[in-house]
């Protein structure tokens, strides 16, 4: 069995039921300048002025849309005793005058909170693809391995045996650090974690201690965000790198893996396990047989079955069986966590309503994951691949022709559709994929009519992937979240097609 241990002598939390003085965080953020300083008992951390109560100490984030400086007097109102600012503001409460005021809440949060990931083994997974399914494989190891996991993920945060849909997949660094102490109070031992680009990039996962930390993979996603694709890899890249380097398993199978792998080497890691579809991969799959049921393969000497289908979802396996290696997890532990996880909301999420045909759910929404699932639907069956998905609005344009392309050449028959239109006309967001394919596609911008034709379309042995919402209850349209599950979506086109029959 696993053991976790503290890595930097005994923990101690600043915050108790009377608060920490402010000198003793003036001492862990040192500030360029302290203005009006005086004696102050803060009770809590906050970015958002909306949440600030009597003790707080407010951080004026700028943000990409507003600046937190400009919330300042409110916070103050509402009973924040002192500022961490950027620049100095004309108010009567203390301020830490720092360079970086994202970069502070980080460093603040976790002396804050005690630095809880020093006792917690954190088992975090960074990529474009896959860090989803490889994180619920890992939580399954963990749980096998005795070492009760909490889990963070895009689908749900599940914190003392209660689970919350996510908000983002990682929270501000307040809210994070927050979230790692709630689970060492609730006996957690280990988190299995996704880290985002996002999360690197604005600093939310700084202070925290991975135990061990997978490299999924690396595709065109969120350039709308970090500009180019090498900036989008430099923030996957910094997690690995800067600071205590955690140990790391890393998919050899991807060019920027193989990259980050090599790197690596260079620093002089010595915790670091490759893996992937790669002759020279630490960990690879041999002897495997792709199913209609299930996956079977041996990894790294372990013989393993996973009722997660597919060649992509063996790769999110080998990356998990990595990572446990890295913590030590004994090989019957390995075999056991992955074989318990059923399924991963979204992720490849069969639909079944009784019907002759196969019909699955995916959360694909880049050109890597489309091509990913529309390749392992083809394993499943003997008939046809049908296809719904669009793209979506105010992100990576990029990706739309790609993916137009992908599905014209993958599927035997493809439904562009609206997906999360946001602020975008759906039908230039239509137009842009429809530019990318080989072939002529159908199109239908109303996703419930899209879903419905495709199942109609179905016959025996055919299977109908509907792609990019995956888990996701709400299309999001001009500002609004309107209910919708593309789960509830086709059982409902299902069983109206039986109804008829």
């Known amino acids: 069995m696993a053991q976790t241990s503290a890595r930097r002598g005994p923990r101690t939390t600043l915050v108790d039921s009377r608060g920490v003085q402010l000198e003793r965080l003036i001492a862990a953020l040192a500030p360029r300048e302290v203005m009006r300083g005086a004696p102050a008992e803060i009770r809590d951390l906050v970015y958002d002025a909306r949440r600030a109560t009597r003790g707080s100490l407010f951080f004026c984030v700028p943000g990409l849309r507003s600046d937190g400086h400009d919330f300042a007097a409110a916070a103050v109102d509402?009973?924040?005793v002192a500022l961490v600012v950027e620049r100095p503001l004309e108010l009567d409460v203390p301020q830490l005058v720092v360079d970086d005021a994202r970069a502070a809440m980080a460093v603040a949060a976790v002396a804050f909170f005690?630095?809880?990931?020093?006792?917690?083994?954190?088992?975090?997974?960074?990529?474009?693809?896959?860090?989803?399914t490889t994180a619920y494989l890992l939580d399954g190891i963990l749980e096998a391995a005795g070492l009760r996991p909490a889990l963070l993920t895009t689908i749900e945060?599940?914190?003392?045996?209660?689970?919350?849909?996510?908000i983002r997949t990682t929270a501000e660094a307040i809210d994070l650090q927050r979230t790692f102490e709630a689970m060492l109070s609730a006996g957690h031992r280990s988190c299995a974690m996704e880290a985002t680009s996002h999360g690197s990039e604005l600093k939310r996962l700084d202070g925290t201690s991975f135990s061990c930390l997978v490299f999924t993979n690396l595709t065109q996603d969120h350039l709308d965000f970090h500009g180019t694709l090498e900036k989008y890899f430099d923030a996957?890249?910094?997690?690995?790198?800067?600071?205590?380097?955690?140990?790391?398993?890393?998919?050899?199978?991807n060019e920027h893996g193989r990259r980050l792998a090599d790197e690596l080497r260079a620093l002089g890691q010595r915790r670091l396990l490759t893996f992937g579809f790669s002759d020279?991969?630490?960990?690879?799959?041999?002897?495997?047989?792709?199913?209609?049921?299930?996956?079977?393969?041996?990894?790294?000497?372990?013989?393993?079955?996973?009722?997660?289908?597919?060649?992509?979802?063996?790769?999110?396996?080998?990356?998990?069986?990595?990572?446990?290696?890295l913590l030590d997890v004994q090989d019957a532990e390995i075999a056991a966590g992955i074989g318990s996880v059923r399924g991963v909301p979204g992720r490849f999420e069969p639909v079944d309503e009784g019907?002759?045909?196969?019909?699955?759910?995916?959360?694909?929404?880049?050109p890597d994951s489309?091509?990913?699932?529309?390749r392992a639907a083809r394993d499943v069956v003997e008939g046809r691949v049908l296809c719904v998905f669009g793209c979506g609005g105010d992100r990576d344009r990029g990706k739309r022709p790609q993916m137009g392309r992908i599905a014209s050449e993958l599927a035997d028959s493809a439904f562009v559709t609206s997906d999360n239109p946001r602020d975008e006309d759906p039908e230039a967001i239509i137009a842009a994929i429809l530019a990318g394919a080989a072939d002529e596609l159908e199109v239908e911008p109303d996703r419930r009519r899209a879903i419905g034709r495709a199942v109609e379309?179905?016959?025996?042995?055919?299977?109908?992937?509907?792609?990019?919402?995956?888990h996701e209850q709400g299309q999001e349209i001009e500002g609004r979240i309107v209910p919708f599950d593309d789960r509830d979506e086709a059982r409902k086109a299902i069983r109206r097609l039986a109804a008829r029959a």
């Open 78 to 80: 509402r009973g924040a």
């Open 114 to 132: 005690g630095d809880p990931t020093r006792d917690l083994l954190v088992a975090g997974v960074t990529g474009t693809n896959g860090k989803t």
């Open 157 to 166: 945060s599940r914190v003392g045996g209660e689970s919350r849909p996510s």
């Open 236 to 253: 996957k890249r910094r997690l690995f790198v800067e600071g205590d380097r955690p140990p790391a398993a890393v998919n050899v199978g």
């Open 280 to 325: 020279d991969a630490d960990v690879r799959a041999e002897r495997v047989e792709l199913g209609r049921l299930d996956s079977r393969f041996v990894a790294a000497g372990v013989e393993l079955r996973t009722s997660l289908l597919g060649r992509f979802n063996v790769e999110n396996a080998l990356g998990a069986v990595a990572a446990a290696r």
């Open 355 to 366: 019907q002759p045909f196969a019909v699955v759910v995916d959360y694909a929404h880049t």
């Open 370 to 374: 489309l091509e990913n699932v529309l």
């Open 457 to 470: 379309m179905a016959r025996p042995g055919d299977i109908v992937v509907i792609a990019g919402k995956g």
